[in-house]
């Protein structure tokens, strides 16, 4: 069972009205009239002993708090630490420590590189798979509503400012270019007071 107790922090220069946040392991502290989050201007920066242990203030008082999401029973979430133990690969369960490659994020921790590739590589066969029997016709990837790949028929939410050029599936590696095309409509509104037949006679 993990230990939730709040650890109180005894430093004398932690006043009630500081304000705080985390940067890295580190916690930074700024009194109220000092404006600036920049590092360089924290007026009291403490290194957390563990990991997962964020600052909090309790009762006046500030106090090490576990921040680990997993310790505290919650939801998923992009959470800035996990506790060693919680650490781990989605999938396989290795230890962020002994990775030999920089993982890939998720929303609940991080997958190692190779269970990353795994999934990738299942995915690709699949996409690939649900249009292996089909004839490629080039009219059933123009004026769609969002990007589809022309080679495994992926679709994806075009990005905001989404420009012309090519792209690669996230999806099958493939290579497919892309053109925006633009439809033009109207608004109106009236001026002054709306014509109606009342108005007319």
Not at 90 to 110: Q, Y
Request: aromatic share 8%; with cysteine; charged share 30%.
């Amino acid at each position: 069972m993990t230990d939730l107790t709040p650890i109180a922090i005894n430093d004398p220069r932690l006043m009630p009205d500081l304000r705080r946040r985390r940067n890295g392991s580190a916690m930074e502290f700024y009194k109220p009239e000092n404006r600036s989050l920049q590092s360089r201007d924290a007026d009291v920066s403490i290194k957390a002993p563990r990991r997962e242990l964020f600052a909090d203030l309790i009762d006046g008082k500030w106090y090490w708090v576990n921040d680990c999401p997993e310790c505290n029973g919650q939801e998923p979430k992009w959470a800035y630490v996990k506790c060693t133990k919680h650490d781990v690969c989605l999938t396989c369960r290795t230890p962020r420590s002994e990775l030999k490659e920089i993982p890939w994020g998720h929303v609940a921790g991080f997958r190692c590189k190779p269970c990353q590739d795994a999934i990738d590589a299942t995915n690709r066969r699949e996409a690939l798979e649900r249009v292996a029997g089909k004839d490629y016709d080039e009219w059933n990837y123009l004026n769609t509503d969002n990007v589809v790949c022309p080679h495994c028929e992926t679709s994806y939410q075009p990005e905001s400012g989404q420009g012309e050029g090519n792209e690669t599936c996230q999806t099958c590696g493939g290579e497919f270019s892309v053109e925006v095309e633009y439809s033009v409509t109207y608004s109106t509104s009236v001026v002054g007071e709306r014509v109606t037949l009342e108005t007319t006679q």
